[in-house]
């Protein structure tokens, strides 16, 4: 399974999923820019879209909600530390109220991972991120351990989905 994502505006993405609506897109935006989302087993319908494979997944995608991006640049020695640690959390956040799904997506192309993660609204996502479960994932490394696992800060971004039923 591959995602795949791209930018634009919101109408000219808007016209690009209903051109293809049998396909798994969401439509995204936030104050910054609009985004749009495709998981699929083909090859990308965009043009010039950022390229990902799904390592790990739980959950379903919907079209409503917030989806939050962290983008964790890593180094090609940590990739594998990286994903199984990634894959140990998996179990305890779909648990979570509000929780509808979780990607891990290793970039085909650079050493930027991204964890997608999409919630029911921002009071679960906020909820969930002052949870115990939350401090539990989030527990540091070893500054030796950092250095061989990760490239450069992570940085998140989060995107409202316009419910559109």
């Given at each position: 399974m591959y995602v795949y994502i791209t930018t634009g505006t919101y109408d000219f993405l808007?016209?690009?999923?209903a051109?293809?609506?049998?396909?798994n897109m969401i439509l995204m935006q936030n104050g910054q820019n609009s985004l749009l989302f495709h998981e699929s087993t083909n090859k990308s319908v965009f043009?010039?879209?950022?390229?990902?494979?799904?390592?790990?997944?739980?959950?379903?995608?919907v079209n409503?909600?917030?989806a939050v991006f962290n983008n964790v640049p890593v180094t090609d020695e940590g990739r594998p530390v990286y994903e199984y640690r990634f894959k140990e959390r998996i179990p305890s956040i779909s648990k979570v109220s509000g929780f509808q799904a979780i990607r891990l997506l290793r970039p085909l192309k650079g050493d930027t991972y991204v964890e997608f993660t999409l919630w029911e609204n921002e009071k679960a996502y906020s909820d969930w991120k002052h949870?115990?479960?939350?401090?539990e994932a989030q527990k540091a490394v070893s500054a030796a351990?950092?250095?061989?696992?990760f490239s450069g800060p992570?940085?998140?971004?989060q995107y409202i989905i316009p419910n559109e039923e």
């Open positions: 808007e016209k690009i999923k051109k293809n609506a049998d396909a043009e010039v879209p950022r390229k990902y494979e799904v390592v790990e997944s739980s959950g379903y995608l409503r909600g917030l949870s115990s479960s939350y401090e351990e950092f250095k061989s696992i992570a940085y998140f971004t």
